[in-house]
């Protein structure tokens, strides 16, 4: 009997240590914690990576509201890190103890929805268009504009994206370019040539897995995207798909990795984050998810010439010419209650 | 000290169920209703009592064409099963001569319920899609030369995907009514003079009306509150109330809004249940 409390109190012990180290819950899009350099983070660390997924970024505020101390970091897209920050839910970075913050480009630094009263609330990680994609072998003339996903030539072979981010689309379409500053009418107009769409949408789509599958069963042949992403799903499923920006201009979107307040786990989400701030980590996920990288140093070292010039990297008017999102705030019922009128029709 | 564990013993056995049913079903409930007199303010929402959300809910014309919209579609899935179920159930019991066959046909029909409802709701896809088994079937035989749209993504698909999932619901309780109904009642009504037509009319249906009131009730509800059919089948114009509630609680962030919707829901439900149980009650009375 005793011997057998001394043998349980010294594995006890011996396993100590190794718990101690502790976890980081971070909740997050699929491949922001991808085993190919997560693993290695983990071994290094001794920080154990526990993800769960989202799939909007309507998902962060409802899991969040629901009550805190079940996650330490989360990766909103840049129209969402400003409602974190109204809902109190995240904390301000301590920006100096990030190795690599000052490689950051100064545009992503600049963006208004990672801070606050002089704060950081987010740090940069990845970014990309919201393009256009359409099927290869279904064009002969390869469309260019928005327009294109209005032909009733193409009936029942168009898909849209299933958020307020089809009125950023519609406006676009209408002419009105100051998208993240629509009028009542000009939300009206762009609701109306959204309506006038529906009939010829296939379905709308949710998930990038959804959409994937739409291209894959031959239901759709264009589409908006999350370029890089379902391109390069499609790809490895034979299906030859191609991205483009429309004369319209596209949206542009970049995740920031926010700290959720009083984390417990503090000194391993740290070190999580300069991990994916660093070469390990903007490579890793440009490598998973084909999204672009936030840290200009770390891309020039560690992606090859190709990557790096087909992820933008080099190509500042590029970045320039995308709509990057905006938070809408008080605005943000107004769209959303748009979309979802559209939808209710 | 046997008093007290006799007490103890009522109590652990009605006790239990009834925090269950207070915990689970009648706490949400109370808290669904207050929420819906809420406000919505940027970021979240705010404690009030107003009945503006209620308002928006029949002013702004959106969520009365989803509601009338799932409304219809729920009442077809209910027909339709019913038209399917009803005259299968009657062909059980009292036309099918071989027990194990009735067994067997009665088990196949039950069994679906055991596989995930979203398994069998995905598969419809690769069924109905434009290169899926339906349009080659029709290719291979002749019927068509092009592949179709026309059989996924609109409300045909979900009534069609719905009425198959929930079909079990409907045959169930019609098919227990119908075995309930004395074989001598039916024969005695032939004695009398009666066409079979007359006799099923007259003494079958009605007394197998419990059984259709509680399969429409079931199928109805079912479908009323889905949400993965339109999710999984439905078009751009499949939009159904269940959905909406998902945006008001999820991407639109208007809690308030989402609660009076359930609410509102709720008291459908509730009516289409007592209407039911109602007649379901009449019609025993009128068999007595």
Redesign the interface.
């Known amino acids: 009997m005793k011997r057998t409390l001394t043998a349980t109190l010294a594995l006890s012990l011996a396993a100590g240590p190794v718990w101690a180290e502790g976890t980081v819950n971070v909740l997050t899009w699929e491949g922001y914690t991808d085993a190919s350099f997560i693993a290695k983070f983990e071994e290094d660390s001794g920080c154990k990576v526990s993800a769960t997924y989202v799939g909007s970024n309507d998902d962060f505020a409802p899991k969040l509201m629901s009550g805190g101390g079940v996650y330490d970091l989360i990766t909103p897209s840049i129209d969402t890190t400003a409602l974190m920050i109204d809902l109190g839910v995240v904390e301000p970075l301590d920006t100096a103890a990030l190795a690599g913050w000052n490689d950051i480009y100064p545009k992503f630094l600049a963006l208004e929805g990672i801070q606050r009263d002089g704060a950081y609330y987010g740090m940069p990680y990845s970014w990309g268009a919201i393009a256009f994609m359409y099927r290869k072998d279904a064009f002969t003339t390869p469309p260019t504009s928005i327009a294109d996903l209005w032909n009733p030539e193409l009936a029942g072979k168009i898909s849209l994206w299933d958020d307020k981010s089809a009125i950023y689309v519609a406006a676009r379409k209408n002419g009105d370019m100051d998208i993240y500053n629509l009028t009542d009418a000009q939300i009206e107009n762009a609701k109306a040539a959204l309506v006038e769409q529906k009939p010829l949408v296939r379905k709308y789509w949710a998930t990038a897995g959804e959409l994937v599958d739409l291209y894959k069963a031959g239901e759709v042949v264009i589409s908006n995207t999350w370029a890089g992403y379902q391109s390069s799903l499609l790809a490895a499923e034979g299906i030859e798909v191609v991205e483009f920006i429309p004369t319209e201009g596209a949206e542009g979107w970049m995740d920031a990795w926010m700290v959720v307040k009083e984390t417990p786990n503090k000194e391993c989400a740290y070190k999580f984050l300069n991990m994916q701030l660093s070469e390990q980590g903007q490579c890793g996920v440009a490598n998973v998810n084909g999204y672009s990288a936030v840290n200009a140093a770390a891309a020039k070292a560690c992606m090859s010439p190709e990557q790096f010039a087909a992820l933008h990297q080099d190509d500042p008017d590029y970045l320039d010419s995308l709509f990057i999102w905006t938070p809408l705030g008080e605005r943000f019922e107004a769209y959303t209650n748009a979309w979802n009128a559209v939808k209710a029709q | 000290m046997t008093l007290l564990r006799r007490h103890l013993a009522g109590v652990l056995v009605l006790g239990i169920p009834l925090a269950w049913i207070v915990i689970f079903m009648l706490v949400p409930y109370a808290i669904i209703g207050t929420y819906s007199f809420w406000t919505?303010t940027?970021?979240?929402f705010q404690p009030d009592f107003q009945f503006g959300n209620y308002a928006t809910l029949f002013t702004?014309p959106?969520?009365l064409?989803?509601l009338l919209r799932t409304l219809k579609i729920s009442a077809l899935v209910s027909v339709a099963s019913l038209a399917l179920a009803y005259p299968f159930a009657y062909w059980l019991v009292f036309r099918c001569r071989s027990a194990g066959v009735r067994t067997w046909l009665y088990m196949a029909v039950i069994a679906p319920l055991w596989v995930s409802y979203l398994l069998r709701a995905y598969i419809w896809?690769t069924i109905l899609?434009?290169?899926?088994i339906l349009n080659s079937f029709l290719m291979w035989a002749g019927f068509t030369d092009a592949?179709s749209?026309i059989f996924?993504?609109n409300q045909f698909a979900m009534i069609l995907t719905l009425t198959y999932i929930f079909i079990p619901f409907m045959v169930m309780p019609i098919y227990t009514a119908l075995e309930r109904i004395p074989p001598n009642l039916a024969e005695a009504s032939a004695d009398l003079g009666q066409t079979p037509w007359q006799t099923f009319r007259k003494v079958t249906l009605p007394l197998s009306t419990p059984g259709i009131a509680a399969g429409f009730t079931l199928t109805f509800c079912l479908s009323f509150g889905d949400f993965i059919a339109p999710?999984l089948v439905g078009?751009?114009?499949g939009?159904l109330i269940a959905g909406?509630i998902q945006?008001q609680?999820?991407?639109?962030?208007?809690w308030p809004l989402g609660s009076a919707l359930s609410i509102v829901m709720l008291v459908i439900v509730l009516s289409i249940v007592s209407l039911s149980d109602r007649l379901e009650r009449s019609s025993r009375i009128g068999a007595h």
Request: aromatic share 16%; proline share 10%; glycine share 12%.
């Open positions: 919505k940027y970021p979240t702004d959106q969520y064409q989803v896809k899609g434009t290169e899926g592949p749209d996924l993504y999710f078009g751009p114009d939009n909406v945006t609680f999820g991407s639109a962030l208007n």
